[in-house]
């Protein structure tokens, strides 16, 4: 089987980390995002992952030559030279994606974080013998979203965009598996899938939708981000992951790098991902953060809601929270307090942030 990620472009809303790295390759719970979605993959038999990329295809095959050696799963690149929206990347990598089998292939957005299901999904497309299958997840307020209206077998009806009205609280949620015939509804220019494609699949009564078990969010906002995590490590406490870091240190569910060390008297968590090569020093508090790769947190200092970017120290009896994002190499001095301080790469503070604002 093989599968097409739409990583598309910029990674705006995730910036400052996206200046260092591609949005996919920024680390999610200690492993590049985009991981979780390729092992995820290999585990139900797929042999080739397609990336439909507008950026830097270089630094993401770099990246990923590693892992396609480790996993033993082949990553190439389709690159578009102009934005095509959902569904032109597919009309682009039409000849990667059929294989001659017949197979169905998936197809995934790149921001998507749940617990990939994919062995259902393959089932639940087999049974009901349609064109397509999208996954949805079930959401408190259907209004902000479009909302899928489908039956109780799972045949979708129509779409319904930012409803006024009640119709349904299911959403698509990212995670697709087409039969190769669904390419010859897609043109080679920007379209949307989910606008265009879909509604027509939805006509002709072939497309059907599985509910997602478990959670999901969309990570690409930092907000979304740190609430992804909790929902990611909930979801390993419950598969009693052994992970999760254990000790009268911790609280709640907590990642940390083996090789990361921790110092005497600090309390860790809940929802706190601390990267490889990180050092905390003594009487560290951290909650509701991620800590990258190679930082160093000193003595006495306080984090929460935030994300600290690679390689970046944090001082002494600093206090950083109310979604805080430190890019890559900041360097934020002793007693300084950051309200939400949004900081780019290569910096160093050393005055407060008083109130949410952009670092350059």
Not at 8 to 29: E, N, Q, Y
Not at 72 to 81: A, L, P, R, W
Not at 159 to 180: M, S
Not at 309 to 325: C, D, P
Request: proline content about 6%.
């Amino acid at each position: 089987m093989r599968a097409l990620i739409l990583v598309g472009g910029f990674g705006t809303r995730l910036r400052p980390l996206t200046l260092s790295f591609p949005k996919p390759l920024v680390d999610f719970a200690n492993k590049p995002m985009i991981l979780h979605q390729i092992e995820a993959l290999k585990d139900v038999g797929v042999t080739e992952v397609v990336l439909a990329i507008n950026y830097r295809p270089e630094v993401m095959l770099n990246f990923l030559k590693d892992f396609e050696d480790k996993l033993g799963i082949k990553i190439t690149c389709s690159q578009e030279t102009e934005p095509l929206g959902t569904a032109g990347p597919l009309a682009l990598a039409r000849d990667r994606l059929m294989d001659g089998s017949g197979e169905p292939f998936f197809v995934l957005n790149s921001d998507v974080i749940s617990e990939y299901p994919f062995a259902e999904l393959i089932q639940f497309h087999k049974s009901h013998g349609g064109e397509a299958t999208i996954m949805v997840t079930k959401v408190d307020e259907p209004s902000k979203y479009g909302v899928v209206v489908m039956d109780e077998s799972g045949k979708v009806d129509r779409f319904v965009e930012k409803p006024k009205v009640f119709v349904g609280n299911k959403i698509n949620a990212g995670i697709y598996l087409l039969n190769p015939s669904v390419l010859d509804r897609i043109e080679l220019r920007p379209t949307s899938i989910e606008k265009e494609v879909f509604p027509k699949i939805a006509a002709d009564q072939k497309l059907h939708a599985m509910v997602l078990p478990g959670f999901w969010m969309d990570i690409g906002q930092p907000k979304d981000y740190i609430t992804g995590l909790r929902l990611y490590l909930e979801s390993l406490r419950k598969k009693a992951s052994p992970k999760l870091a254990t000790g009268s240190h911790i609280v709640g569910n907590v990642l940390a790098h083996e090789n990361a060390v921790i110092g005497e008297g600090c309390l860790i968590g809940p929802d706190v991902a601390i990267g490889p090569g990180c050092v905390i020093e003594s009487g560290v508090r951290l909650s509701r953060c991620t800590v990258m790769r190679g930082v160093r947190i000193k003595k006495h200092a306080c984090i929460s809601s935030s994300i600290i970017g690679w390689h970046s120290t944090v001082g002494q009896w600093a206090r950083i929270e109310n979604m805080t994002i430190l890019g890559e190499d900041v360097h934020v001095s002793d007693e300084i307090y950051s309200n939400g301080g949004v900081v780019l790469p290569h910096k160093e503070i050393k005055s407060s942030i008083l109130k949410p604002e952009i670092v350059m």
